[in-house]
Nanobody
Framework: QVQLVESGGGLVQAGGSLRLSCAAS????????MGWYRQAPGKQREWTAT???????NYAASVKGRFTISRDNAKNTVYLQMDTLNPEDTAVYYC?????????????????WGQGTQVTVSS
């Protein structure tokens, strides 16, 4: 099986920074895209940023220029550097990864989610 474990959330004042990490472990053959989503109270989960295995990145308009996604393929880990945080960034942040694992002669790719980490930005 595959597990994603996030860390790095917490409470920060507006204008501050946080760095989230998400490490994938288990029977991993390769990881395609990795990304971050967030869910604010009373709202639907929304896509925040994605990075491909080659390092190409994309960001939601609301975070572009303030957040930076990166990954360490050797460690199967994705990061989200969040700068100039504001109260509207308060949410539970989830990491997501498209993971290929081997099952006998088969290669199976599934999307996996972490358990989420709380980010709270005070005004």
């Amino acid at each position: 099986q595959v597990q994603l474990v996030e860390s790095g959330g917490g409470l920060v004042q507006a204008g501050g920074s946080l760095r989230l990490s998400c490490a994938a472990s288990g029977s991993i053959a390769s990881i395609r895209s990795m990304g971050w989503y967030r869910q604010a109270p009373g709202k639907q989960r929304e896509w925040t940023a994605t990075i491909t295995s080659a390092g190409s990145t994309n960001y939601a308009a609301s975070v572009k220029g303030r957040f930076t996604i990166s990954r360490d393929n050797a460690k199967n880990t994705v990061y989200l550097q969040m700068d100039t945080l504001n109260p509207e960034d308060t949410a539970v942040y989830y990491c997501n990864a498209d993971v290929t694992r081997r099952s006998g002669v088969l290669s199976i790719t599934n999307a996996y989610w972490g358990q989420g980490t709380q980010v709270t930005v005070s005004s």
